[in-house]
């Protein structure tokens, strides 16, 4: 497992997920959808991500919205796993 990442490096790997925000050991972004139930399909998709990966983000999961929420807990703080799990959540919506 990788080690957390410096300051300089996380805001560098910030501009690869600029729609994400850092937040002390966390990156965070909140998804909007029109209905609860494209917010649960995306939930489905996000958790097939993180099993594949190993690797298990966070989810609030509200109507028509999911926050979800990268940290690598074991480490306790951000790795360059958040980011790579980040990018390909990205890729669901964007």
Not at 10 to 33: A, G
Not at 38 to 62: K, T
């Amino acid at each position: 497992m990788p080690s957390t990442l410096a300051h300089d490096c996380v805001q560098s790997l910030m501009k690869k997920v600029p729609e994400w925000e850092h937040k002390k050991d966390i990156i965070e972004r909140v998804f909007e959808f029109d209905d609860y139930m494209s917010g649960m399909d995306f939930v489905n998709a996000v958790a097939e991500i993180a099993e594949s990966a190993n690797h298990h983000p966070e989810m609030i999961i509200g109507y028509g919205k999911v926050t979800v929420l990268l940290t690598t807990d074991d480490k306790g703080g951000l790795t360059e796993s958040d980011f790579e799990i980040a990018i390909r959540i990205d890729n669901l919506v964007d």
